[in-house]
């Protein structure tokens, strides 16, 4: 049995389900509650579940994140909400300190079973400050895992597996993607959080990437299969720690490689990818790999400067004939 | 005898403090190390006043609340060590002690960034109280007079009054942020009166008198653990060491520590003992010396044990 919802419906089942399952868990952060979050996703929680478990939080990110660290130290299992994940930079040190190295540091005493959510990337002339890609600047804290949906069938499966965890979880929804749709199935699932997906199954090149860009390089996928190519493409899910294994098994069948992100160039998620491909399947490669980011600016509020920021599908396409023609 | 068992804890830390000093100077233990001597009222008062179940808070000064929570000297000592016997499995040192089984939240070495922490756990607590019935735990947390100038305290203090938290806020106002003194930090050098202004009790007390810090306290945890919310505790006391072992403390005027250090709080218990008869001399020497053993055995625990091994052992939790 099949239904169509939105990817905000597919992430709110997702919490709804959890949180009917485990009375752990429970949602917290800017306008969850009464307002529904600023893109649904926590619509109508709060009358099914009241005020404590679906809790609205005065403006104060550093706070409230330490206060679900703590939650989830003593037997919770909080899920914030970043009202946008780029508010999250004033909970860096929570996040990083207290999230990421707690259970390290502490040697075990403390696990911290979190999830971090909300919405992330560039979304449509937000500027710069609501336009960060987060996942660039955590990547380097350890213990965190990072986690990028990029439909609503796996937003769903993925958002459970994150609650179900007993590690933080940065958990990135693509502000543009909210309003995707897709057929997906009524009976509950849950997807592996640190497994990459091979969307499509090819032999010439192997295309990198996650979140939004999945579906910009799914279009060039369209125009370089009417060209006679066939591309391999994976989507990484797991920002950190990176499925190695997959990528390696596919750049090993087709020896060339290209990453497409929307993170900055500079200290990207594609840097992280690359290096760790360099050093574990070098002798694999045919080519020196490629990879597509936004451009290394503040995001800037113009629609065509913004566009030109981006990574657009036909660049997507010239480089992976550059590349096929090395 | 309560009043005994106050003594005790406080001579326990004192003792625990200067043999961490003893041992930083012969090379046994590294890193900032923050002792806590001059202090003892103000963890014996409120952590005595806590039940088991309850939770503890702290910063980077952090051993002495720690003891006073109930962790082994020798899993403290062997922390400090860097040993795979330590609370932290040796990955922590000083400024991170953590205890789960003793509730004992840490160790947080940021300034501020243990308030919120505490806050989620008396949040935790209040969660678990009214959706399952569980028995209502407390949490005290345990910061600085410069932390109270920090963000995150104006924060907590607002989102604990607002959902009535089980929670105790207890500054420890030594007067001195390293080199910082207070009131050249500040603008309101009563941060007691600063809570008042978010609605929540909140009260100033001789951090020097183990006694009446043991009073005020009892009165915050019944007030938590019967749903009336969180107060405030401010304790005045003062540090009678350096900020750190790394810190030569040359700023703080000598009439200043002599001054202070005329108040200790152990000698003032151990007078007020006496003179009320509650105790004798041999009682209270006895104490000291089953002390003595206790720190000399943490030490030989410290020593024996192996070195932390397994480098990547709990980057994740299973
Ligand atoms: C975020 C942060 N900034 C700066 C420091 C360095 N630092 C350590 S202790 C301290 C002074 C804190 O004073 P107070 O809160 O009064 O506590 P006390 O040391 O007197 O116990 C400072 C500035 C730190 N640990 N964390
Ligand atoms: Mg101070």
């Given at each position: 049995m099949l239904h169509k919802l939105f990817m905000y419906e597919a992430l709110r089942e997702a919490i709804d389900e959890e949180m009917a399952r485990d009375k752990r868990v429970f949602v917290l952060g800017e306008d969850v509650g009464h307002y529904g979050g600023s893109y649904k996703v926590t619509k109508q929680l709060h009358t099914k579940y009241g005020d404590l478990r679906v809790l609205d939080t005065p403006i104060a990110e550093n706070s409230f994140t330490g206060m679900a660290i703590g939650a989830a130290m003593t037997g919770l299992k909080p899920v914030v909400e970043g009202m946008n994940l780029s508010f999250l930079l004033l909970a860096f040190n929570q996040i990083s300190n207290n999230a990421g190295m707690l259970h390290y540091t502490s040697g075990g005493n403390w696990s911290i079973p979190l999830v971090i959510r909300g919405p992330g990337g560039i979304g449509k002339q937000l500027s710069a400050e609501h336009s960060q890609r987060i996942e660039a600047y955590f990547q380097a804290v350890p213990g965190l895992k990072i986690v990028a949906c990029s439909t609503p069938y796996n937003a769903k499966g993925l958002l459970k597996a994150a609650i179900r965890d007993n590690n933080p979880v940065l958990f990135l929804e693509h502000v543009l993607l909210y309003n995707l749709k897709q057929e997906i199935p009524k009976q509950e699932y849950v997807l592996p959080l640190d497994k990459a997906q091979v969307v499509r199954e090819g032999s010439d090149v192997t295309i990198i990437t996650y979140s939004r860009m999945l579906h910009h390089v799914m279009q060039a996928v369209k125009q370089l299969v009417a060209q006679g190519m066939n591309p391999e493409v994976i989507d990484l899910i797991s920002l950190k720690p990176i499925d190695l294994e997959t990528l390696v098994t596919s750049v090993s069948k087709t020896h060339k490689a290209i990453i497409v992100e929307e993170c900055m160039q500079t200290g990207g998620i594609a840097a992280e990818v690359m290096a760790q491909i360099y050093s574990?399947?070098?002798?694999?490669?045919?080519a020196p790999i490629r990879r597509l980011s936004s451009k290394d600016v503040p995001t800037p509020y113009n629609g065509y400067l913004e566009q030109a920021c981006l990574v657009q599908p036909t660049q997507i396409v010239e480089a992976v004939k550059t590349l096929m023609s090395t | 005898m309560w009043q005994l068992k106050l003594y005790r804890d406080m001579v326990l830390g004192r003792k625990f403090e200067d043999q961490c000093a003893q041992m930083y100077y012969r090379g046994k233990m590294f890193g900032f190390v923050h002792l806590y001597n001059g202090q003892e009222a103000v963890s014996t008062g409120v952590i005595q006043a806590l039940a088991e179940h309850d939770y503890v808070c702290s910063t980077y000064r952090d051993h002495v609340h720690a003891l006073s929570k109930g962790v082994s000297p020798k899993e403290v000592m062997a922390e400090l060590f860097g040993k795979q016997t330590g609370c932290s499995k040796g990955r922590g040192g000083s400024m991170h002690l953590f205890s789960a089984p003793h509730r004992f939240l840490g160790g947080f070495a940021f300034i501020g960034e243990g308030i919120p922490i505490a806050l989620g756990a008396a949040f935790s607590s209040l969660y678990q109280h009214n959706l399952w019935g569980v028995p209502m735990s407390v949490t005290a947390c345990f910061f600085g007079d410069g932390t109270s100038n920090n963000g995150q305290f104006y924060e907590c203090l607002n989102m604990a009054v607002l959902w009535k938290l089980p929670m105790i806020f207890v500054v420890e106002n030594n007067q001195w942020a390293i080199g910082m003194a207070h009131h050249r930090s500040t603008s309101e050098v009563e941060i007691y009166e600063k809570a008042k202004m978010f609605g929540m009790p909140a009260l100033e007390v001789d951090g020097m008198d183990v006694l009446a810090v043991h009073e005020v306290a009892k009165e915050a945890v019944e007030r938590a653990r019967s749903a009336k919310g969180p107060t405030l505790i401010e304790a005045l006391t003062y540090r009678?060491?350096?900020?750190?072992?790394?810190?030569?403390?040359?700023?703080?005027a000598k009439q200043q520590k002599a001054i202070w250090m005329a108040r200790d709080p152990i000698t003032q218990l151990s007078s007020w003992l006496i003179e009320q008869e509650l105790v004798t001399q041999e009682q209270l020497d006895k104490i000291h010396r089953e002390i003595d053993i206790i720190i000399s055995d943490a030490v030989q625990f410290a020593l024996s044990s192996e070195e932390a091994k397994d480098l990547y052992q709990y980057v994740y939790a299973s």
């Open positions: 574990h399947a070098f002798d694999e490669l045919d | 009678f060491r350096g900020h750190s072992l790394a810190d030569p403390d040359e700023l703080r």
